[in-house]
């Protein structure tokens, strides 16, 4: 009897069994002709991943849970997970002989890595003669789909993306793929299985080389069954999920205020499609708040940053990155270790740190706050090193997300109102007057009272002997003064602006409505930097933006 042919679904992100294409392609076929076909889903564990990613203890723990339920939610349908070590590149053609694989399908992936990866991948399939079948479903629309109706580019703003997505037809989330054959339990083991039955196995934390015992409590565990019984918890608040709008949530509550499922949404063990078509459903017939702030624009906003990312070469780094405004960043090793670890000397910014370094995840505000403060607010450090930190330390450092946003809370793109400065004083005390959020995360403050939490250092020595916390000594002073370092810095931003409006304009600007952040269209040439049309009179839009950020500047 001749051996069967080996379909191979492979698992990078998109780790569920739900809504997955490309699975459902694999299933369907061994389903199919079960005496001619078998399913072997696989995960690729690459050991060398640890020397080159950044990932924190906290990640690796939410991916090993998340493939030890998938191998579950495999078994549910008479299959199981196939965890592979080794680097795709080496261990695909070995795979492709050892076990007569015919096909190979997986989901579609935007990140430079990975694009490198699969296109290797695909050259050995072809040498094999192994047919490769990819499915996009890690977003709701196509990017490539969405740049072509852009006539060829990335849309640059929230309000072109969503008009160009509107015409697009929404795709339905698929249901679990149907059971396979019994026996698809032990299909024919190789040589390395036979030797060792749990070669295949998910990996232990131990085989991580993370320490569990030393890590803090689990608030957010992974896997597909986790992510669908907190999304089902969440839309079951109709009434929450309809009034839902991002910014009137809190950055600094003691439990989430918003629905964090990004995590889950991330790796891909839930479907965005899915999480989108029941918010769909929920909200139906009922008053409810509209996009960009309610959680239907949420996701899209999820869409529009994956979508600029696709189409942009260097869309992760400065230099190189045609969206990007080119700025001259300070470079601050003391400053850029003391916010990475929670010791500036502000309260605030300090517990958002410490937060983000012990539980993985943190409020979308509290994220505007310390990207902020490390760069054009007070630290003038570059938005690339803030990125790297919150690509370890995140459950939900997505690549995509990541950037964007960071250039977003830079100013470097997208969003160019660069005189809006968060205040690392301010902002969290308008939703946690008390400072619990501080108390929690920042214990040595945590007999500081409400009046002066936020500003420790304006208290007393004696008044700081009595709290049991001596600024300097239990607790750093403020690496920088905010009031008066964020004067400078956007003084900074504005000629930066000029000199990079100068370069693309070959010694004019861009239109003015590109730098106020009022969504114009990039490459639409306005007066030169005099600020002054050709009759000689100043721009009137540009007089209005220098006014506002003189009134700023006096009211700081």
Not at 384 to 409: K, P, S, T
Not at 457 to 468: I, P, V
């Amino acid at each position: 009897m001749a051996k069967r042919e080996t379909i191979v679904h492979w698992f990078r992100k998109g780790l569920r069994i739900h809504d997955n294409p490309a699975l459902t392609v694999a299933v369907d076929k061994v389903r199919a002709n079960p005496a001619k076909y078998c399913l072997r889903p696989i995960f690729v564990l690459d050991p060398g991943i640890r020397k080159w990613l950044r990932v924190g203890p906290n990640r690796w723990r939410f991916l090993q849970q998340t493939l030890a339920n998938l191998d579950e939610n495999l078994r549910s349908i008479n299959s199981r997970l196939y965890v592979v070590r080794g680097n795709p590149v080496e261990v695909f053609p070995k795979l492709f002989a050892d076990w007569n694989v015919s096909l190979l399908t997986y989901e579609h992936d935007i990140e430079p890595y990975a694009v490198k990866r699969d296109s290797t991948v695909e050259e050995h399939a072809r040498k094999h003669r192994v047919e490769v079948h990819i499915e996009k479903s890690h977003t709701i629309f196509d990017p490539e789909g969405i740049v072509k109706k852009n006539g060829g580019k990335p849309p640059l703003t929230y309000q072109r993306y969503a008009t160009l997505a509107s015409a697009c037809k929404i795709p339905q989330p698929l249901p679990v793929p149907q059971k396979l054959p019994a026996k698809e339990t032990s299909p024919e083991a190789d040589e390395e299985e036979r030797k060792n039955p749990s070669c295949y196995d998910p990996p232990t934390m131990e085989e991580l080389d993370i320490d569990e015992a030393s890590m803090g409590q689990c608030k957010f565990p992974g896997g597909e069954s986790e992510a669908l019984r907190r999304m089902n918890e969440i839309l079951s608040r109709k009434a929450w999920v309809c009034k839902f709008e991002k910014p009137n949530t809190s950055p600094n509550s003691l439990e989430p205020s918003t629905t964090v499922l990004s995590p889950y949404l991330k790796f891909g063990c839930l479907s965005v499609r899915l999480f989108y078509s029941r918010i769909a459903e929920t909200i139906k017939g009922q008053k409810h708040s509209q996009p960009p702030v309610s959680l239907i624009g949420q996701v899209m906003w999820r869409e529009f940053y994956y979508c600029v990312a696709a189409a942009t070469p260097n869309y992760d780094k400065m230099v190189g990155n045609g969206i990007c405004t080119q700025i001259d960043w300070d470079t601050n090793k003391d400053h850029l270790e003391a916010w990475t670890h929670g010791r500036t000397g502000y309260p605030f910014i300090d517990a958002i740190m410490r937060q983000l370094r012990q539980e993985g995840w943190i409020h979308h505000l509290a994220r505007h706050a310390v990207a902020c403060f490390l760069t054009r607010g007070d630290l003038w450090i570059s938005w690339e090193e803030g990125q790297r930190v919150f690509e370890e330390l995140l459950l939900d450092a997505d690549w995509a997300l990541n950037a964007g946003n960071w250039m977003w809370l830079s100013a470097s793109a997208f969003f160019h109102q660069y005189f809006r400065v968060y205040s690392p004083v301010a902002f969290g005390k308008k939703t946690d007057p008390e400072g619990k959020f501080i108390k929690k995360y920042v214990p040595e403050l945590a007999r500081f009272p409400a009046g002066i939490i936020y500003e420790p250092w304006k208290a007393n020595l004696e008044t700081q002997k009595k709290l049991g916390c001596i600024i300097g000594k239990d607790y750093p002073n403020r690496i920088v003064v905010h009031e008066d370092i964020s004067k400078v810095n956007i003084q900074r931003m504005s000629a930066a602006y000029k000199r990079n409006k100068a370069q693309k304009e070959g010694g004019t600007e861009e239109d003015d409505s590109v730098s106020s952040g009022s969504g114009g269209t990039p490459g639409k040439k306005r007066p030169s930097s005099t600020g002054t049309t050709a009759k000689g009179k100043a721009a009137p839009k540009k007089r209005k933006i220098e006014a506002t950020i003189e009134k700023f500047l006096k009211k700081k």
